[in-house]
């Protein structure tokens, strides 16, 4: 018994040393073969392979071939194939070595033979196709599923596989087929098939090549929603807004039981898109199907007021139609009652009635019943504050502004909400002309965690800075703050009157660059984008080293790009903010944008 135990633990310590000696030479082929040492490799891997362990067979058949040594390549693979006839891998493996020597007839011969010989068997189809793709071949394995769904008579098997390969070869046109296909009997598949088109599709072709083949197959079968549902969002992609959504509603009419949750979901796509016609279109449709009692009601409600109100601010508009729609917020608010529900809709109000109507007012009056209203979240009734200040201090109540606006920093110590209050309170000292105070305030803002109001605090805290070096009174400075101010009140006649005085009353004064940015503001609100590019430009020329130079170019390059749709200019801009103001807050989002005209893929570097 102790002479079988001595023999047993000697067999268990020499498999163990074997194991180890081979681990080890595995290693050492491997290095040999990373640095380009292929006949070491092919000698240690010829070892391993000769100690009967087939394991090492494609390792040292990959070896050969890297020293273009086919013929002992084909003689290895040959006689493994007699060995296993039965096993594909060793056939897929000398149709590369004829590949890799030139012999592509020979290596025909072979997959064909193994196509010919193809079993009626799902597993054993997918497993080869597999093996091909893993070899290289990625033609060969489409070619295996196709014939194998033909002989299995499926024409929905393997539709993920076909999917992946199509999908590998960039094969748009038969990605697009085997979606379609897929879909047909798995419409749970839409969200993976939209995303997977729209990283595939490169141009307007792709999607023509889509709504083709869609159109396609909703002739064939119109009760098909899914096809209803790809052909919508193919018009999103291609900015089609108005047939996405009449196919929307074109679908929802055959459905007389929906409400419309998918419409109501594409609407907010429009207005996010800025299409809001046709969003408020599809509002008011939803309006028709839904009732007062019904969940979907109270938000197309709220969203049609908030598409008519970006709608008309967003682009040119006239008095009346601000009167329209202050009108539509009032019967919002009478409908549903003021509540913390409905507060953001008296703060729309407000802010309508405050900066576009100039009814101060009727905005102090609806904001101070808003910040009084119970069970208001935390951040919207800070919100409501600081626009409750901003209307105390446009109504001539200063004292009153400072002391909310102190409320909200002391309420959000800490927190960007704070600083913003913070910020607000520094230009209320600044406006009503308390430079002092003010600068006491930047100073301590130009460490906020919040780029954009440490990027303000920093040029307002210079703007004072640099006026009162030479005009100690700051009695310029002042009145640019009044006009600054009349900017803020979107006052823009009597601000350009204040601006055009400056000179005139002080000349020699140390503000020229802020003049003229402030006349591009007035500009750019007035939605006046070719006139607010003269002084932009002036200031680039005439002030490259000044305050607003790196934001002046900004906005040039944003107006061209935005708003001119002039992608070349607005790309030079973008390029002159990384070139010469590489220090800028603007630098990233130049990038951004400089790389997106360029044409840059998404992984490509700048």
């Not at 071939?65 to 000398?94: C, F, M, T, V």
């Not at 590998?168 to 379609?180: F, G, H, N, S, W």
């Not at 009346?320 to 729309?348: C, H, I, P, R, V």
């Amino acid at each position: 018994m102790k002479r079988l135990l001595i023999l047993i633990f000697t067999l268990f310590a020499v498999t163990i040393c074997l194991q180890a000696q081979e681990s080890n030479d595995m290693q050492l082929a491997r290095q040999y073969a990373q640095n380009g040492e292929y006949q070491k490799a092919a000698d240690v891997y010829q070892r391993l392979y000769r100690q009967d362990n087939e394991t090492y067979f494609f390792l040292y058949v990959e070896t050969l071939s890297n020293l273009k040594k086919y013929d002992e390549a084909e003689n290895l693979a040959k006689k493994i194939i007699r060995k296993h006839p039965d096993e594909p891998q060793y056939a897929i493996a000398l149709g590369k070595i004829y590949n890799e020597r030139g012999q592509t007839e020979e290596a025909s011969t072979v997959y064909e033979t193994l196509l010919k010989n193809l079993p009626a068997n799902q597993a054993a189809i997918s497993s080869l196709a597999t093996q091909f793709y893993q070899a290289g071949n990625t033609d060969i394995a489409l070619k295996i599923l196709l014939k194998g769904r033909t002989m299995l008579s499926n024409p929905q098997m393997f539709s993920m596989e076909l999917i992946s390969l199509y999908r590998i070869k960039r094969d748009k046109a038969a990605l697009t087929d085997e979606y379609l296909n897929l879909l047909s009997v798995n419409p749970i598949y839409i969200n993976q098939a939209q995303n997977t088109l729209a990283t595939l599709y490169e141009g307007e072709a792709d999607y023509d090549m889509l709504r083709t083949a869609l159109l396609k197959h909703i002739q064939k079968d119109p009760q098909q929603i899914v096809f209803t549902s790809l052909l919508t969002w193919q018009y999103l992609q291609q900015k089609q807004y108005d047939q996405a959504l009449n196919q929307a509603l074109a679908l929802n009419r055959r459905q007389p039981n929906d409400k419309g949750n998918d419409i109501f979901d594409l609407c907010q796509t429009l207005v996010a898109n800025g299409a809001y016609e046709t969003a408020i279109r599809g509002y008011e449709y939803l309006l028709t199907k839904n009732s007062r009692g019904d969940d979907l009601y109270i938000s197309v409600k709220i969203e049609l007021v908030n598409a008519k109100s970006l709608r008309i601010t967003s682009g040119k508009y006239t008095p009346a139609d601000l009167l329209e729609l202050e009108k539509d917020y009032t019967s919002l608010l009478a409908e549903f009652g003021k509540n913390a529900g409905t507060a953001f809709a008296m703060q729309k109000l407000a802010n309508l009635q405050a900066f576009k109507l100039h009814k101060l007012n009727d905005a102090q009056k609806i904001l101070e019943e808003a910040v009084a209203l119970p069970a208001l979240r935390p951040q919207t009734l800070a919100s409501c504050k600081l626009d409750l200040a901003d209307v105390y201090l446009m109504n001539n109540q200063p004292w009153e502004a400072t002391l909310i606006y102190s409320q909200v920093e002391k309420a959000f110590a800490g927190n960007t909400m704070a600083q913003e209050a913070n910020y607000r309170n520094a230009k209320l000292s600044y406006y009503t002309g308390d430079f002092k105070w003010a600068k006491n305030q930047l100073k301590v803002l130009k460490a906020a965690t919040s780029q954009l109001i440490a990027n303000d605090a920093l040029n307002l805290s210079l703007l004072i800075g640099d006026n009162l070096v030479t005009d100690t009174a700051g009695n310029a400075l002042k009145m640019y703050a009044r006009a600054d101010l009349l900017i803020f009140k979107e006052e823009p006649e009597k601000a350009v009157l204040t601006l055009d005085s400056i000179d005139k009353k002080f000349p020699g004064n140390a503000l020229a660059d802020d003049i003229l940015m402030a006349k591009a503001r007035i500009f750019i609100q007035q939605k006046n984008y070719q006139e607010a590019i003269v002084p932009l430009k002036k200031i680039v020329a005439d002030h490259q080293y000044d305050l607003w130079a790196d934001d002046a170019v900004y906005m040039l390059a944003t107006i061209y790009d935005e708003q001119l749709h002039d992608k070349e200019t607005a790309k030079s801009y973008y390029q002159k903010i990384i070139t010469d103001y590489p220090g800028s807050i603007w630098i990233s989002d130049a990038r951004k944008h400089f790389r997106i005209l360029r044409g840059d893929t998404p992984d490509s570097s700048s």
